[in-house]
């Protein structure tokens, strides 16, 4: 008997999903539990544009994220922050500095993507790179000033 299934069944397949069961498990575990339902015509196709729509969304949040990552490669972020006497910062620049930093230029980005690959604990110019999503990189520079 083909359902498809309304919430994820472990062993079976995940939500939205039309597989094809044995009619006793379809009627006594899947459907009596209301885990799935009768696979119709109209269902099927239901399950596919929504997988057509989910396809296409997604594409277009690809391609948001690489023209923001365009958009902000070789920018340069300054930050602002008290320092001592020899140029040492108190403290060191976090990447929450840097994703403030960018809001005030106007881009919204999770401080959890930026990443830098050294301390921040002096006055200067530093790179980061901001992981967008898997294989979408944008390349800034930090410059860090006294306050």
């Known amino acids: 008997m083909k359902v498809i299934l309304k919430a994820d069944v472990k062993g079976s397949g995940k939500k939205g999903d039309l597989i094809d069961v044995s009619d006793g498990y379809a009627k006594n575990f899947l459907l009596k539990k209301g885990l799935a339902e009768i696979a119709t015509a109209s269902g099927i196709n239901e ?61 919204e980005v999770d401080k959890k993507k930026i990443s830098t690959k050294e301390n921040m604990k002096t006055v200067g110019a530093f790179a980061a790179e901001i992981r967008l999503m898997e294989g979408v990189v944008a390349k800034i520079t930090v410059n860090v000033v006294p306050l």
């Open 47 to 107: 399950i596919e544009q929504k997988k057509l729509a989910d396809s296409y969304h997604k594409a277009e949040n690809i391609k948001a994220q690489k023209a923001l990552a365009a958009e902000l490669s070789g920018k340069e972020v300054t930050v602002r922050i008290r320092t001592g006497e020899n140029g040492k910062v108190f403290g060191s620049v976090t990447t929450a500095h840097v994703a403030t930093a960018l809001s005030e230029l106007g881009y």
